[in-house]
Nanobody, 120 residues
């Protein structure tokens, strides 16, 4: 199972971006999907998570500005980033808990990261 993230870039403060992350491979089911971010010298932090049923959880500092969603048919998770601030600058990683088709094994998978830069 692999995750491919896209959608990062340079945006001015107050602007918006939409990140996407598609899972591929021998997937039976994906349970929790999420977005994390990391800046140099800091630990990776959870930004937003969403269950297969649509329940969500957010980092306090992004509540009301970021929205996580998913398309279970496409095994894809999205993160809409609005009202971006310079402090949101980071590499954003997607993550998923997946069950492998056939073996039934659980895998926790990370995407390759996509850089979001908020600057004027």
């Amino acid at each position: 199972v692999q995750l491919q993230a896209s959608g990062g870039g340079l945006v001015q403060p107050g602007g918006s971006l939409r990140l996407s992350c598609a899972a591929s491979g021998s997937i039976f089911r994906i349970n929790l999907m999420g977005w994390y971010r990391q800046t140099p010298g800091k630990q990776r932090e959870m930004v937003a998570q969403i269950t297969s049923g649509g329940s969500t959880n957010y980092l306090d500092s992004v509540k009301g500005r970021f929205t996580i969603s998913r398309d279970n048919a496409k095994n894809t998770v999205y993160l809409q980033l609005n009202s971006l601030k310079p402090d949101d600058t980071a590499v954003y990683y997607c993550n998923a808990d997946a069950i492998v088709r056939g073996s039934g094994a659980w895998m926790n998978v990370w995407g390759q990261g996509t850089l979001v830069t908020v600057s004027s």
